[in-house]
């Protein structure tokens, strides 16, 4: 008995070293195609003549107005560097959309702070009558939807953790100049800048998962685009009114009108933050519950982590019980089958990690984070280690719950892949003990066409470039 199922788990591993390593080269060649996007070389000259004129026209970058969206709940780290980089974009005509949970949020005292002595002015609003059907976010992002004049042709989302570069949205928007491209989206990077398990088991399994990410075209909200035409063209406000998430169910709606998802390669942003290990666990349960409410793909997901699993924890234990029964000619089998097997896994985490620290140094961004101490060698074991346990449970976890807390909120998982907002704890309004008039700060919409001025922030000292005052 203890033979086969060493058999079975030897079969196991080596269908899944052949698997990873295709997926990890097709991810490590899809990330050395990168080049910057939206960027025109010129040598400082005028045009010769009316025909090179045109041709600059033809080969100048996809840049109509564009609206950015930004929701907000609770208090968030990076939301002050994100801002500035929002305000900071080499973009000619953008406006900036805000909406906040409520009056009593913490992040609305923030945002008002940080615009207070600026003349760019966000269009911020709080969440008004948010939807029963659907996530907090997703109502937000629909009432922002209802909120953008025609007038933008583009619009882009993206979280408050993620801090951008001043390319950010010019990378972002290029290629939806091809119209069979329905959307746009990046990547982001943990690093984490602690030894702590939980953010590196954050780390490893988010590693792994930008993979399954572009195999699978699975979006990430932190950075997302579309056509505004898009947007009535795939239904997405009735969708995203019955959905948990805006990223993930967005890809369904896209192949039903025979459009694309592009994931652009060089548009990675970088994330410091850090997490404990039930945190990690709780989150990554999450963004698995997203895959299996809204992605044809949950099943091959669920696969890859339960024979993971299997691997992980169930190979040491049949090596033990086959030691015990002085069963060593298999058990050695196995034991080298294990060993190869993790040794593969820590060089691809090596080539991931190496394709994204290369497309992050290569970007010529102002958000460049410093470099991380490098973790130990035990650390990284460690974490390696318990991302590859943790990883079934989570998916467990996911394909059982009937009920998800995010931010404060609980909400009913439905057999039928929706959710139910069933209560809301306002923690964020907790946190702070005064509350801010929302219309005081509303501000009317603003094109800006003029050219930023340059300003050195003091909110956020990895900025060092332009900025809209």
Same mark, same amino acid.
């Given at each position: 008995?203890?033979?086969?199922?060493?058999?079975?788990l030897?079969?196991?591993?080596?269908?899944?070293?052949?698997?990873?390593?295709?997926?990890?080269?097709?991810?490590?060649?899809?990330?050395?195609s990168?080049?910057?996007?939206?960027?025109?070389?010129?040598?400082?000259?005028?045009?010769?003549?009316?025909?090179?004129?045109?041709?600059?026209?033809?080969?100048?970058?996809?840049?109509?107005?564009?609206?950015?969206?930004?929701?907000?709940?609770?208090?968030?780290?990076?939301?002050?560097?994100?801002?500035?980089?929002?305000?900071?974009?080499?973009?000619?005509?953008?406006?900036?959309?805000?909406?906040?949970?409520?009056?009593?949020?913490?992040?609305l005292?923030?945002?008002?702070?940080f615009?207070?002595?600026?003349?760019?002015?966000?269009?911020?609003?709080?969440?008004?009558?948010?939807?029963?059907?659907?996530?907090?976010?997703?109502?937000?992002?629909?009432?922002?939807?209802?909120?953008?004049?025609?007038?933008?042709?583009?619009?882009?989302?993206?979280?408050?953790?993620?801090?951008?570069?001043?390319?950010?949205?010019?990378?972002?928007?290029?290629?939806?100049?091809?119209?069979?491209?329905?959307?746009?989206?990046?990547?982001?990077?943990?690093?984490?800048?602690?030894?702590?398990?939980?953010?590196?088991?954050?780390?490893?399994?988010?590693?792994?998962?930008?993979v399954?990410?572009?195999?699978?075209?699975?979006?990430?909200?932190?950075?997302?685009?579309?056509?505004?035409?898009?947007?009535?063209?795939?239904?997405?406000?009735?969708?995203?009114?019955?959905?948990?998430? *805006?990223?993930?169910?967005?890809?369904? #709606? /896209?192949?039903?009108?025979? !459009?694309?998802?592009?994931?652009? +390669?060089?548009? %990675?942003?970088?994330?410091?933050?850090?997490?404990?290990?039930a945190?990690?666990?709780?989150?990554?349960?999450?963004?698995?519950?997203?895959?299996?409410?809204?992605?044809p793909?949950?099943?091959?997901?669920?696969?890859?982590?339960?024979?993971?699993?299997?691997?992980?924890?169930?190979?040491?234990?049949?090596?033990?019980?086959?030691?015990?029964?002085?069963?060593?000619?298999s058990?050695?089998?196995?034991?080298?089958?294990?060993?190869?097997?993790?040794?593969?896994?820590?060089w691809?985490?090596?080539?991931?990690?190496?394709?994204?620290?290369r497309?992050?140094k290569?970007?010529?961004?102002?958000?460049?984070?410093p470099?991380? *101490?490098?973790?130990s060698?035990?650390? #990284? /074991?460690?974490?390696?280690? !318990?991302?590859?346990?943790?990883? +079934?449970?989570? %998916?467990?976890?996911?394909?059982?719950?009937?009920?998800?807390?995010?931010?404060?909120?609980?909400?009913?998982?439905?057999?039928?892949?929706?959710?139910?907002?069933?209560?809301?704890?306002?923690?964020?309004?907790?946190?702070?003990?005064?509350?801010?008039?929302?219309?005081?700060?509303?501000?009317?919409?603003?094109?800006?066409?003029?050219?930023?001025?340059?300003?050195?922030?003091?909110?956020?000292?990895?900025?060092?470039?332009?900025?809209r005052?």
């Open positions: 008995m203890l033979s086969l199922l060493a058999f079975m030897s079969m196991i591993a080596l269908c899944l070293i052949a698997m990873q390593v295709v997926y990890v080269l097709g991810y490590h060649s899809f990330m050395a990168s080049t910057p996007e939206g960027e025109m070389l010129t040598d400082g000259g005028g045009f010769e003549s009316a025909s090179d004129q045109e041709e600059a026209d033809e080969n100048a970058p996809f840049q109509p107005p564009a609206a950015i969206v930004l929701c907000l709940k609770g208090k968030e780290r990076s939301l002050v560097e994100c801002l500035t980089g929002l305000v900071s974009q080499d973009y000619p005509v953008y406006q900036l959309f805000i909406v906040v949970d409520s009056d009593q949020d913490p992040a005292q923030t945002v008002a702070n615009f207070a002595d600026r003349k760019f002015k966000p269009n911020l609003q709080t969440l008004r009558a948010p939807h029963k059907t659907c996530s907090l976010k997703c109502s937000a992002v629909t009432q922002a939807m209802r909120s953008i004049p025609s007038r933008y042709e583009v619009i882009a989302l993206i979280d408050a953790d993620a801090v951008p570069d001043q390319a950010w949205l010019a990378d972002l928007v290029a290629p939806l100049a091809d119209p069979t491209v329905g959307a746009t989206t990046g990547n982001r990077w943990y690093s984490p800048m602690t030894n702590s398990p939980g953010a590196w088991v954050r780390k490893i399994w988010n590693a792994a998962a930008i399954q990410m572009q195999r699978y075209e699975v979006p990430w909200g932190g950075s997302l685009a579309f056509r505004t035409e898009t947007v009535e063209r795939c239904g997405l406000v009735e969708r995203w009114r019955h959905s948990f998430c *805006e990223d993930t169910s967005l890809t369904g #709606q /896209l192949k039903k009108q025979n !459009l694309k998802l592009h994931r652009v +390669p060089g548009l %990675v942003l970088e994330n410091t933050g850090s997490v404990s290990l945190g990690a666990f709780s989150w990554i349960s999450r963004q698995l519950l997203t895959v299996r409410l809204h992605h793909r949950w099943s091959w997901v669920a696969a890859h982590a339960v024979a993971s699993g299997l691997v992980a924890i169930g190979a040491p234990v049949v090596i033990l019980l086959m030691l015990a029964s002085a069963q060593t000619r058990m050695w089998t196995l034991i080298q089958l294990y060993i190869a097997w993790q040794v593969v896994n820590s691809l985490l090596w080539l991931i990690e190496q394709s994204n620290q497309v992050l290569e970007r010529d961004s102002f958000n460049r984070l470099d991380e *101490e490098g973790p060698a035990w650390m #990284q /074991l460690v974490g390696t280690v !318990l991302t590859q346990c943790v990883y +079934p449970f989570t %998916v467990w976890q996911a394909a059982a719950m009937d009920k998800v807390a995010w931010r404060g909120v609980s909400y009913k998982v439905n057999n039928n892949g929706t959710v139910e907002l069933i209560e809301k704890t306002d923690v964020a309004a907790s946190l702070r003990g005064d509350s801010t008039d929302s219309s005081d700060l509303l501000a009317a919409e603003n094109d800006d066409d003029s050219t930023p001025q340059v300003i050195l922030p003091t909110t956020a000292s990895r900025f060092s470039k332009r900025s005052n």
